[in-house]
RNA sequence: GCCGGAAGGC
């Protein structure tokens, strides 16, 4: 059975979704039966290429088959629907007994990127009422959201408040931070929070460079850009 | 660290 899982979630990890489900077809006449992780693999890929309605369905075969719907089976449904932006539905599986913190993060997530700030602050409460606390991830997006709309105040805020909480910065947050600072062409600024990411010890990739090096080219900052492409020299980028 | 399933930056 294991290996048939090794098999077919390495299918979906390849977005091969319809060898993934002959192998599963497979599977069943050989008098095997697929388990959870199986289908759940399987339903994360009918969410990611966009077929909610299959993803559903195979959501209530599980329920059918007796499978409990734990954590991970919860949070791709939830994170499914809301990059459709089915936010309202998706809250109908935030609220249960198995969800986790994670659960919680694809929703955040979408919240943030409409901009829907005072619904963060809702989440916020009712999170901590059912006990769970914010994490990495949470706040991260939360950030992101905030820069994407120009709320950078903001933004710094909700930057303080994490590492007040002990929560350390990674190299997605301070990304969101440069975006953030680099789209309102404020590259002093962004290229001090870039400092402030190496001396904590965090390795940039391309991404960050490529945020720096836009900013730098949106102001025709000749020597920005060539300083950028040197050190992406330099790391082997 | 990874060794079958989930999330955040361009």
Same mark, same amino acid.
């Given at each position: 059975?294991?290996?048939?899982?090794?098999?077919?979630?390495?299918?979906?990890?390849?977005?091969?979704?319809?060898?993934?489900?002959?192998?599963?077809?497979?599977?069943? $006449?050989?008098?095997?039966?697929?388990? /959870?992780?199986?289908?759940?693999?399987?339903?994360?890929?009918?969410? $990611? #290429?966009?077929?909610?309605?299959?993803?559903?369905?195979?959501? $209530? %075969?599980? !329920?059918?088959?007796?499978? %409990?719907?734990?954590?991970?089976?919860?949070?791709?449904?939830?994170?499914?629907?809301?990059?459709?932006?089915?936010?309202? @539905?998706?809250?109908?599986?935030?609220?249960? @007994?198995?969800?986790?913190?994670?659960?919680?993060?694809?929703?955040?997530?979408?919240?943030? $990127?409409?901009?829907?700030?005072?619904?963060? %602050?809702?989440?916020? +409460?009712?999170?901590?009422?059912?006990?769970? #606390?914010?994490?990495?991830?949470?706040?991260?997006?939360?950030?992101?959201?905030?820069?994407?709309?120009?709320?950078?105040?903001?933004?710094?805020?909700?930057?303080?408040?994490?590492? @007040?909480?002990?929560?350390?910065?990674?190299?997605?947050?301070?990304? #969101?931070?440069?975006?953030?600072?680099?789209?309102?062409? !404020?590259?002093?600024?962004?290229? /001090?929070?870039?400092?402030?990411?190496?001396?904590?010890?965090?390795?940039?990739?391309?991404?960050?460079?490529?945020?720096?090096?836009?900013?730098?080219? +949106?102001?025709?900052? @000749?020597?920005?850009? !060539?300083?950028? /492409?040197?050190?992406?020299?330099?790391?082997?980028?």
């Amino acid at each position: 059975l294991t290996a048939h899982g090794v098999i077919i979630s390495g299918f979906c990890k390849n977005g091969k979704l319809d060898k993934a489900i002959e192998a599963a077809e497979n599977m069943v $006449k050989s008098g095997l039966v697929p388990d /959870q992780m199986i289908l759940t693999a399987i339903m994360d890929v009918h969410f $990611k #290429s966009g077929n909610i309605k299959a993803g559903l369905d195979l959501y $209530k %075969e599980i !329920l059918a088959r007796g499978f %409990e719907p734990d954590a991970v089976t919860l949070s791709i449904i939830v994170d499914g629907l809301c990059k459709k932006g089915n936010l309202n @539905e998706a809250r109908d599986y935030l609220c249960r @007994e198995k969800a986790n913190d994670f659960i919680y993060c694809p929703y955040i997530d979408a919240v943030c $990127k409409e901009g829907n700030f005072s619904e963060i %602050e809702k989440v916020l +409460k009712e999170m901590s009422k059912v006990g769970f #606390s914010l994490n990495k991830y949470f706040y991260t997006s939360w950030i992101a959201g905030l820069c994407q709309k120009g709320y950078l105040v903001e933004a710094f805020r909700v930057k303080r408040r994490m590492v @007040e909480e002990g929560i350390e910065l990674d190299l997605l947050t301070y990304s #969101s931070i440069m975006f953030g600072l680099s789209s309102k062409g !404020l590259m002093v600024e962004a290229r /001090q929070v870039f400092d402030d990411m190496l001396s904590s010890g965090i390795d940039p990739d391309f991404v960050v460079y490529d945020i720096l090096f836009r900013g730098y080219r +949106k102001q025709g900052n @000749e020597a920005g850009i !060539l300083g950028v /492409q040197d050190e992406m020299r330099n790391r082997g980028i």
